[in-house]
């Protein structure tokens, strides 16, 4: 079947309305979405990574093996429930995944949209990084998950004084990021051929790519995180996180999954006593989380940004995918 070879993708921090933006591209265009959320990808955590739409009109249907291809009013979206949280889900799975997941939507004659708030993932299936060939060292993880911070930091800096420097604050200060950097740097398999073949493996270098950024102030941001996490413990977010830890997810492994789920973990731990703690916690996690974003997303090149608070954004955002789409 003949297909154009083009990829829409719609990035940009937490609360802005990704997906709802997506959904309604998708329909307008044809379009299948896949997610591109770090947390997503794990089956059960529906509430807390925000697979269930704000919109409860809409219509939600699993199908495929294990039901893991997810319905929105008609619209597939993958890139949902692919593994068990108790398994380590790696960027270099993700992106495999992913491309493949394109192609398949692209032999259907349907125009795949990225969409998602995980910078790294989307860096990944869009331009490959040099480093997905080095798999996990389980052992070495095991060893440095017993570090604290500050030895992260030290054993990073011994090792490669350029990659420490090479890091923001955010990864600085995120022990998940410091082992893998620590992984890279201690795996023998590092070379330019590495380099090479990997940087080959991003849709970009064979498609056509249209980059849309979600945008706000950071005071409309925090606000309609804050809504949301009430609106999701109103859904059934904690009881979410206690039927995955009764079906055998452990609370440290939820708080190695972070924000909403480390929170949750704390929760169901005791170290956390009531509600209201409880949503401030996850309010200010998530304020965070935003903050975070905003510094990654700042250096995402080729993208055209639109503020969600500007009453002609969607509209606006139609032209521009129309005129992308068939262009004259």
């Not at 919109?55 to 249907?61: C, H, L, M, N, P």
């Not at 398994?87 to 995944?97: H, R, S």
């Not at 032999?107 to 060939?133: D, F, H, M, Q, W």
């Not at 990654?296 to 993208?303: I, L, P, R, V, Y």
Request: proline content about 3%; aromatic content about 8%.
């Amino acid at each position: 079947m003949y297909y154009i070879p083009k990829v829409l993708v719609i990035l940009g921090p937490t609360a802005t309305g990704k997906t709802d933006l997506a959904l309604g591209l998708a329909k307008k265009f044809n379009g299948e979405l896949v997610s591109c959320d770090s947390r997503q990808i794990y089956r059960g955590l529906d509430i807390g990574t925000g697979k269930m739409p704000s919109d409860s009109t809409y219509e939600v249907r699993r199908t495929g093996p294990r039901r893991s291809v997810w319905e929105i009013d008609g619209v597939k979206v993958w890139m949902y429930d692919v593994v068990n949280p108790k398994i380590q889900y790696t960027v270099a799975d993700y992106a495999k995944e992913a491309n493949k997941v394109i192609g398949e939507i692209r032999e259907r004659g349907k125009l795949p949209i990225i969409v998602g708030g995980t910078g790294l993932y989307l860096k990944a299936l869009l331009y490959g990084l040099s480093n997905l060939s080095i798999p996990v060292d389980r052992k070495l993880r095991k060893k440095l998950e017993k570090l604290s911070l500050k030895k992260l930091q030290e054993k990073l800096k011994t090792l490669s004084i350029k990659r420490w420097e090479k890091m923001n604050q955010s990864d600085r200060g995120n022990p998940r990021r410091l082992v893998r950097a620590i992984e890279l740097e201690s795996s023998p398999r590092r070379s330019s051929f590495d380099f090479a073949q990997d940087h080959l493996r991003g849709v970009s270098f064979r498609d056509d790519v249209l980059k849309i950024g979600l945008t706000a102030t950071r005071e409309v941001l925090y606000k309609r995180a804050d809504e949301r996490v009430v609106n999701r413990i109103d859904q059934g977010m904690i009881e979410e996180a206690k039927k995955v830890h009764k079906n055998g997810l452990s609370l440290n492994r939820m708080k190695q999954l972070g924000l909403e789920y480390g929170v949750l973990a704390d929760y169901l731990e005791g170290k956390i006593t009531d509600k209201k703690e409880l949503v401030r916690k996850l309010q200010g996690k998530i304020h965070n989380f935003i903050r975070r974003q905003q510094t990654w997303f700042k250096n995402e090149k080729n993208t055209n940004w639109f503020n969600i608070t500007d009453q002609h954004f969607l509209k606006n955002v139609e032209k521009l995918v129309a005129k992308w789409y068939h262009p004259k």
